[in-house]
């Protein structure tokens, strides 16, 4: 027992805008409502949601939280934000819609870094396609599946992460890649408006593919399964 007040109390204005913009992206990339949110070991907040492109996506706030991890509701805490309460409110726990365990922080490798801008590129064609083939039912799981980028590292050549487009199309519905100076990429930006020596790194684990840019990261299984029933 803490003693502290239920829901998340974050450290300062900018923390609390971090949280607002990443609740916003969820709302757009994620139907299910729900937003899970984790006391980390190192003291800062991590934040997940379940993209639409069945890749997690997640960014860590200075603050506390109370449970120290919680399956809220992701339109409560959005209300509770615009309503500038101290501590903001999470709502009815709901911890059925979403079971299992997150990806542990420890036990990944590390394996190259790749430019920003490449990334970018490589979303902005994808989506393109998407639109030329998208029917009734939307974007093809072909598309998704691609794989478009393979990144391997020095240590082990052998050892490969293949990155598909849905990892690339959620690291890019969430913001979490944006210009040299902290502004979000829209359709019209110039992929020169992004820092030359921006990188996005990529690091695997043996169950993950971890995408990290400057401001989130996202998870895609090596094997997708579906993320329904983690």
């Known amino acids: 027992?803490?003693?502290?007040?239920?829901?998340?109390?974050?450290?300062?204005?900018?923390?609390?805008?971090?949280?607002?913009?990443?609740?916003?992206?969820?709302?757009?990339?994620?139907?299910?409502?729900v937003l899970r949110l984790r006391l980390r070991e190192d003291g800062l907040v991590g934040l997940w949601v379940r993209t639409g492109f069945d890749v997690l996506a997640t960014r860590a706030v200075f603050g506390t939280v109370e449970p120290s991890d919680v399956v809220?509701?992701?339109g409560a805490v959005s209300a509770s934000l615009a309503a500038n309460d101290d501590v903001v409110g999470l709502g009815f726990a709901l911890p059925a819609a979403w079971r299992g365990a997150l990806p542990g922080s420890s036990g990944f490798t590390h394996l190259d870094d790749i430019p920003a801008r490449e990334l970018i590129a490589l979303a902005r064609k994808g989506t393109q396609v998407a639109r030329d083939e998208s029917g009734a039912?939307?974007?093809?799981?072909?598309?998704?599946?691609?794989?478009?980028?393979?990144?391997?590292?020095?240590?082990?050549?052998?050892?490969?992460?293949?990155?598909?487009?849905?990892?690339?199309?959620?690291?890019?519905?969430?913001?979490?890649?944006?210009?040299?100076?902290?502004r979000e990429i829209s359709e019209d930006s110039p992929l020169?408006?992004?820092?030359?020596?921006?990188?996005v790194r990529v690091r695997m684990s043996p169950a993950w593919i971890r995408v990290d840019a400057r401001y989130g990261s996202v998870y895609q299984r090596r094997a997708r399964l579906g993320l329904s029933p983690l």
């Open 72 to 74: 809220a509701d992701l």
């Open 192 to 199: 020169t408006a992004i820092g030359e020596d921006e990188p």
């Open 1 to 33: 027992m803490t003693g502290a007040a239920p829901g998340l109390t974050l450290a300062s204005a900018a923390d609390r805008g971090d949280v607002a913009a990443f609740v916003a992206r969820a709302a757009r990339v994620d139907d299910s409502g």
């Open 137 to 182: 039912l939307g974007t093809p799981p072909s598309l998704l599946d691609q794989t478009v980028l393979t990144v391997s590292g020095d240590a082990d050549p052998d050892e490969r992460a293949e990155v598909t487009m849905r990892a690339v199309f959620a690291l890019t519905s969430m913001g979490f890649v944006r210009d040299a100076n902290g």
